[in-house]
């Protein structure tokens, strides 16, 4: 049962457009979330988070949104830049619970120039 | 932040034998994790490493196949053991930092390893 799931393996987008990859869950307790960048050869590197009291944490060009109701978190990535072509991965924390992380199943994001 | 020091990076083993990664992290952590990332698929975890316990080993991980040791709190080694071309993976070990509600996960380089 995935409890943190990326239903686009891959999304492609010219540079300087907007990326947005998504992340669903299932497991209500989830309450702190986070996106990871993952470059071949190279281990994943965290990009941003976002705890459940809020809806949108901005960081630069990155921009997480959650919508609870919905168990639904999304990265935005304005403007694109080929740099940004990596693997993005969700993942999703119950505190107080071992803090382990659930990982998405990640997405493959390749900007044009 | 922590850094993490993985080794070996990559390595072609032959079926049937044993492989050792090891872990180094620059600073004492309580727990140790080891992920798994089939080709084309999320990072599993393994298992847990606690220093001077045994690690806790998640659904469908294996002591016998996947021994731990953790003999201090900034090392750790995975072996992956009598190896199959199933088991060509990265092979990633990780460690925590949280602070109140931020909680943040910190990678080795991972170690691809191709069973031939």
């Known amino acids: 049962d995935q409890q943190v799931k990326q239903n686009s393996p891959s999304l492609s987008v010219q540079e300087g457009r907007i990326s947005i990859l998504n992340c669903d869950y299932t497991?209500?307790?989830?309450?702190?979330f986070l996106w990871y960048k993952k470059y071949p050869a190279e281990g994943p590197t965290f990009l941003i988070s976002?705890?459940?009291?809020?809806d949108k944490n901005e960081d630069g060009r990155f921009t997480v949104f959650l919508n609870k109701s919905a168990k639904h978190l999304s990265l935005h990535i304005v403007p694109s830049q080929p740099g940004d072509s990596a693997v993005y991965f969700c993942?999703?924390?119950?505190?107080?619970?071992?803090?382990?992380?659930?990982f998405g199943g990640g997405t493959r994001l390749m900007v044009k120039p | 932040s922590a850094v993490i020091s993985q080794k070996p990076s990559r390595d072609i083993c032959q079926r049937g034998t044993s492989l050792t990664i090891q872990c180094q992290v620059d600073?004492?952590?309580?727990?140790m994790f080891w992920y798994r990332q089939q080709p084309g698929q999320s990072l599993t975890l393994i298992a847990t490493?606690?220093?001077?316990?045994?690690?806790?080993?998640e659904s469908g991980f294996v002591i016998d196949k996947f021994p731990i040791s953790r003999p201090n709190l900034t090392f750790s080694t995975l072996t992956v053991s009598n190896m199959s071309p199933e088991d060509s993976s990265i092979y990633l070990c990780?460690?925590?930092?949280?602070?109140?509600?931020?909680?943040?996960?910190?990678f080795g380089q991972g170690t691809r390893l191709t069973v031939v």
């Open positions: 990780s460690v925590e930092r949280s602070a109140g509600w931020s909680t943040e996960a910190f």
């Open positions: 497991n209500s307790m989830f309450d702190y």
């Open positions: 976002i705890s459940s009291i809020k």
């Open positions: 993942a999703a924390v119950v505190h107080n619970a071992g803090n382990m992380l659930t």
């Open positions: 600073s004492q952590v309580t727990m």
């Open positions: 490493a606690n220093q001077g316990s045994e690690a806790t080993y």
